[in-house]
């Protein structure tokens, strides 16, 4: 893929550098990016992610889809107010064709609470709070908005209950817990979508029908 490794290194590799995702997990966003890119059927298209934290992921989605040439919107949700953060890095991309939109709200909130133009939704990233409760949640709002074609990630879906352990119990609503990703996307993905299986911790599935 020469033109995906052109952009990863041409972008310095943004999130990869701080350490939220690894390299292998960059490669496959890029790819999943570049495949619903393709959609030429909507001319505008709607990205989400779910947990915007520093907006470094959110940063590379732009730069890549501004490169690609893509028509878009990303909406990047946090229930944190990151308002500060995100102008320091928006103020210098380019939104000529991505425009991106930092808005404090929950993932579930966002899916039920903003009007999307009807069959614009391409690509849900999900990676706000990993309890298995909250991914759920996450899952049910979101899985009817994605179009046929359109791509479900997760991160941090982890694949054996050891690599779980091996990160430990998280501070989750007040209460320690084990990250239930992989338990929340096994069990409630719903079946028209296709398991395409994890690069490491990146989870990816495709809209069928
Ligand atoms: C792992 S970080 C996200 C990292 C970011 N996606 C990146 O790659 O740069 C998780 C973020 O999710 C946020 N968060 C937690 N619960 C959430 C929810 N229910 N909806 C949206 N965001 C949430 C946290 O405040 C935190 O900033």
Redesign the pocket.
Known sequence: MPKLRKVFYKSRGW?VSRG??RKTETVRLLEVLEDVARLDHIENKTFI??????????RGIVEFLTNLKCRSRLYS????D?TRLWQRYFGKTSTRYCEARHVVM???DGASRIAYPPESVVFV?V???HCRE?VAADIEAWAPLIVPGGFFLF?DYAESEKEIAAVGPQPYHGEDRFCGVKEAVDECLPENFERLGRRFSLFTAKRKT
């Open positions: 999130n939220i995702m992610e779910i947990g915007t934290a520093r907006g470094e992921t959110a949700f946090d229930i944190v990151r929950s993932g579930v990233l990676d706000g709070c909250c991160h």
